[in-house]
């Protein structure tokens, strides 16, 4: 985790034009990602917690994005014998339930019977410095 942060460090340095003293990054506990302490937004972190489902996550000027849709994972061995030609589109109702371990999340690319996402600001680990992350408004959950 510590080379992440590493690598983090030195792309927002260089983004950022700052030196290291200035730079204050720090690896989120529950989706790993290396984020700026100093810019740590309410629906900046995407993470597993409870049950699945897609997310609206507000975008600019009032309008919103689906996060967390499922999409059919072509490499899986589900579909080795499948020819759309004459059995049809690999994503359908059917399929979903059918092999729902042949399908992934798009928001983190993880199994579709993994748990659902949550969003919410980045947390540190205890002892990390950051105020922003340890007094998280209610984390954004889907309707």
Partial sequence: MVDKLEKAERSAMADNNVGESEAKLAICVRCEKAFSIDDNEEHDCVYHNEQASTLRVPIADGHVDDVGDLYPDEDDPAWYDHDVRCHGDLDTPENRKNYPEAF???????????????????????GQEDSDSSKDSEDFESD
């Avoid at 992934?104 to 947390?123: A, F, I, N, Q, Y």
């Fill in 104 to 126: 992934l999340w798009d928001c983190c690319d993880e199994v579709s019977t993994t748990e659902g996402c949550k969003m919410g600001r980045h947390r540190v680990e205890p």
